[in-house]
């Protein structure tokens, strides 16, 4: 199994920034996709950023500009900067990762989500 471990959440005021982290453990065999997620009250889970082990990011439309994903392969972790935050960011927070080693393996599971972190944006 993967864990993933969030961090870097909290309440944070309208304009404000927040970085978001999460690192993967356990029995990795090669994690190539790493991404977030966000879910707000009342709305279903949407994504917002993603990459992979070789560099390439996509975003969602509404994630261009204020988020950036980056991380850290050796560490295998995967962090999500957010500037200029407004209300309607607030939800909770899923890092996500394919475990690409697992998959060729055939193994069943080589998706893993983590549990989430909230981000409330109040003043």
């Known amino acids: 199994q993967v864990q993933l471990a969030e961090s870097g959440g909290g309440l944070v005021q309208p304009g404000g920034s927040v970085r978001l982290s999460c690192v993967a453990s356990?029995?990795?065999?090669?994690?190539?996709?790493m991404g977030w997620y966000r879910q707000a009250p009342g709305k279903q889970r949407e994504f917002i950023a993603g990459?992979?082990?070789?560099?390439?990011?996509n975003y969602a439309d509404f994630a261009k500009g204020r988020f950036t994903i980056s991380r850290d392969n050796g560490k295998n972790a995967v962090f999500l900067q957010i500037n200029n935050l407004q209300p309607e960011d607030t939800a909770v927070y899923f890092c996500n990762v394919e475990d690409s080693g697992r998959r060729r393996r055939g193994m069943s599971e080589y998706r893993f989500w983590g549990q989430g972190i909230q981000v409330t944006v109040s003043s």
């Open positions: 356990g029995t990795i065999f090669e994690i190539n996709g």
């Open positions: 990459g992979t082990s070789g560099g390439t990011t």
